[in-house]
């Protein structure tokens, strides 16, 4: 084995990357890191989860909040953590550039293209639904099978005007740390929702005010599931938030006008006192609050 490791470190100067193989729990996979992800990989793969994490989350902190390797690896899943995360929405270049590296993250390390699953928390699950869209829309040969996300900013003008609430409360430093963040970037590169709707519309997942979807318009064949925790006494209580400030009241707005509008392989599914970060603190806004082994399961259905 020391001889192995000692290999794999010469591969690691000449690649830019390391590969190791780790045993756990009689399972044999191998691990590939590179500046973009972590992958996980099992000697026979047959599906690929691809996840993105929210504001700064890198692959390391996903992999801590959303551990899911090992069921998935026994499963023949493969799972690439990315380090792709900062950001709201998507500009023309970023779906681009970002396409091209999720294409070479398959054709490098020769991943299967016909299952595959893109997921993400917050605003990853953002990045998750945007670059869904795209590839399928620029016939792509990696196209995702589904799409999930978890508790996400999915109307960017309704982020704003909740932002603009909570600065105005002044009740959580947290929440006005955040909200200052939130409306200083929305105002640098769109303006005022009041004023520049149109733009907010291009980027956003979905602004409820016009019940816009164009942004996921080719993922009507695709499977999407919204997770989310509408606790709105945690809310209350933590942020003084009504529920028309949560990301929950707008996922569910979404998944109904989705529904209405022809998608048949839609899912909302809100869940209870299931939020809790990996280190022990309640939190609804979590990774948590997706059951793993079921969502593989969905994962692995025909």
């Known amino acids: 084995m020391k001889k192995l490791l000692k290999f794999f470190s010469v591969i690691t100067l000449i690649f830019s990357s390391t590969l190791s193989i780790a045993q756990t729990n009689g399972t044999e996979k191998n691990r ?3 500046d973009f992800y972590e992958l996980y990989r099992p000697n026979t793969t ?12 890198n692959a390391e902190d ?18 690439a953590y990315l380090n792709y995360s900062g950001k709201l929405w998507l500009e023309e270049n970023d779906k681009i550039e970002l396409a091209e ?45 589904g799409v ?3 508790d996400s900013p999915i109307d960017l ?18 929440a006005v740390q955040e909200a200052k963040w939130i409306i200083s970037n929305l105002n640098e590169n769109f303006g005022e929702p009041d004023n520049n709707l149109l733009k907010y519309e291009k980027y956003s997942v979905f602004t409820s005010l016009t019940n816009e979807i164009n942004n996921l318009k080719d993922l009507k064949n695709t499977k999407i599931r919204f997770y989310t925790e509408p606790d709105t006494l945690w809310w209350k209580k933590n942020r003084k938030a009504d529920y028309d400030q949560m990301n929950a009241y707008y996922i569910k707005k979404l998944s109904e006008k989705l529904k209405n509008s022809g998608f048949d392989q839609i899912e909302y599914i809100p869940t209870e006192n299931k939020g809790y970060r990996a280190n022990g603190e309640r939190h609804p806004h979590s990774w948590s609050i997706v059951d793993k ?9 025909k």
């Open 293 to 301: 082994e079921e969502l593989l399961q969905w994962m692995l259905e």
């Open 157 to 174: 003008a309704a982020l704003y005007q909740s932002a603009e609430k909570n600065i105005k409360s002044n009740f959580s430093e947290p």
């Open 101 to 145: 590296s999720i294409n070479e993250l398959f054709k490098s390390n020769n991943l299967p293209t016909k299952k595959i699953y893109f997921g993400g928390f917050s605003s990853g699950g953002n990045m998750a639904l945007l670059i869904s869209n795209f590839l399928i829309e620029n016939s792509n040969k990696i196209k995702p099978t």
């Open 32 to 34: 590939i890191s590179t």
């Open 46 to 57: 047959e599906v690929v989860l691809v996840l993105f994490g929210g504001y700064p989350e």
């Open 148 to 150: 999930f996300i978890v």
């Open 62 to 79: 996903i992999e801590r909040e959303f551990a899911i390797t090992n069921l998935a690896n026994k499963k023949n899943i493969a799972v």
